[in-house]
């Protein structure tokens, strides 16, 4: 379907349904491959810093500060879509991953698949250049 002028209205972060912390969930995803990579919490803040910066920024919930992803590993999120699921309480980041995603080391935190009632392990942490 092509949009249409009918189909465009400014986006505002208030339309959005946060939780009663004020936070909304956001599922980061590989924009080239689809790979769901993590999740994580933003606030109407963190959307604002995101969409104007291109760097996606979170929410810490147990910091309760901003949380620019890669800050500190160097791991960094660069925005290239967002979108807002039906209900508009949860996001879908489509971005430009540079390094691990998790902060276990490994590509995303989706790396536990259940099996018959068993956990299993999928990938191990990526090996650093160092």
């Known amino acids: 379907m092509q949009d249409t002028a009918d189909d465009r209205v400014a986006f505002d972060t208030g339309t959005l349904k ?12 590989d924009a ?5 990579l993590m999740m994580a ?8 810093q995101t ?6 920024t979170y929410w810490s919930r147990s910091r309760q500060s901003f949380w620019a992803k890669g800050e500190t590993s160097g791991n960094v999120q660069e925005l290239t879509g967002l979108r807002i699921d039906c209900d508009r309480d949860c996001l879908l980041l489509q971005v430009r991953q540079t390094g691990p995603a998790c902060h276990t080391g490994r590509r995303s935190c989706f790396y536990t698949d259940l099996r018959d009632g068993v956990e299993v392990i999928t990938s191990a942490p990526v090996a650093t250049g160092s």
């Not at 919490?41 to 604002?48: H, L, V």
């Not at 969409?51 to 996606?56: A, F, I």
């Open 18 to 29: 946060y939780n009663e912390a004020g936070l909304i969930p956001a599922i980061a995803q």
């Open 32 to 36: 080239e491959t689809g790979e769901v």
């Open 41 to 48: 919490w933003m606030n109407a803040d963190s959307i604002t």
């Open 51 to 56: 969409l104007s910066s291109g760097r996606v």
